[in-house]
């Protein structure tokens, strides 16, 4: 049976330069369903029955562009059986910002470092067991520009798409933010797939309405806002705001033990 894995990353990471390693000249080319988002597809090379499905390029699965929301709707409806998140290796912090958020799609998830070319010539130095570790997923550097690595990647991720297995959650907000998500899975469970109750529990924490909208009748209406207030009156902030904050704290977290900038030291390799 023919799996899909979709490819997803910020704009400039080298989607476009990855995608045609990966397919070659087998490529098809159209339209997301509604939106003139150009929508590309194409077969892995050498594995005919693993489809390759190109997203548009995103900085986070919010709702404020089409790209985003394009993107977002198709790994919620089409469950992608993997999805390969490159991740431009000189730009990390920003990157890993989207990195976090499509972790917790339930959908298992292969970082490809890219630019590991220009990482290497900076004389940077990046940890990937230690990164692997922190997003509790698999890891690998390549270089699409070069065609470096891409061998490997692609029997990694196929690998993964085939392996059904459940993907693990590394990262936790703080105690706060977790009770109320816990309190809102609570009321959405069973009304939603299983697999998507912690992403929907985050979005409708951040009262995200797009997401809210598209859920089945009963979550749809369920009342928050006394979970929600709550928090944001303790942390005196809004939740959106919360969440966003405490990616980065997590992000930065992440990159002080995985990313060793030339002439700082501190940091073991393994
Ligand atoms: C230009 N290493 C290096 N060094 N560069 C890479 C790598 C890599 O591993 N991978 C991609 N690039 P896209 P999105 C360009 O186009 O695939 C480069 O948006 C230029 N163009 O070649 O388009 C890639 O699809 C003039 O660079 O990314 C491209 O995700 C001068 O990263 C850019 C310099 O790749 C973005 C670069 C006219």
Redesign the pocket.
């Known amino acids: 049976m023919a799996v899909t894995i979709a490819l997803a ?11 045609n390693q990966l397919t070659g000249s087998n490529q098809y080319v159209g339209n997301w369903p509604g939106v003139t988002v150009e929508k590309k597809e194409g077969k892995l090379k050498g594995h005919k029955d693993v489809i390759i499905a190109d997203l548009p ?1 995103i900085y986070s699965l919010s709702p404020y562009t089409l790209e985003e929301v394009v993107a977002r709707n198709y790994l919620i409806n089409n469950r992608p059986n993997a999805i390969l998140n ?1 991740v431009d290796g000189t730009n990390l912090e920003r990157n890993l910002y989207l990195s976090t958020q499509l972790k917790e799609l339930g959908v298992p998830v292969i970082m490809a470092i ?5 990482v290497t010539k900076n004389g940077d130095v990046l940890n990937l067991e230690a990164l692997g570790k922190a997003m509790g997923c698999k890891v690998i550097s ?5 065609n ?1 690595g891409i061998d490997e990647l692609i029997s990694l991720a196929v690998a993964e798409a085939n392996s059904g297995a459940e993907p693990a959650i590394e990262h936790r907000f703080s105690e706060n933010v977790e009770k109320a998500l816990s309190e809102i899975q609570s009321k959405i469970t069973g009304e939603v797939p299983e697999a998507l109750t912690r992403f929907f529990s985050i979005k409708l924490f951040e009262r995200d309405d797009k997401i809210r909208n598209e859920l089945p009748e009963k979550a749809k209406n369920v009342d928050l806002e006394s979970i929600i207030s709550e928090i944001e009156k303790e942390e005196d902030d809004d939740a959106e705001s919360i969440i966003t904050n405490e990616r980065y704290k997590y992000i930065q977290s992440i990159i002080s033990s995985a990313y060793e900038k030339r002439g700082q030291t501190g940091l073991t390799v393994s």
């Open positions: 990353g910020n704009p400039n990471a080298g989607k476009t330069t990855l995608f390029g490159i890219n630019m590991m070319d220009v390549i270089s699409a520009l070069r470096q």
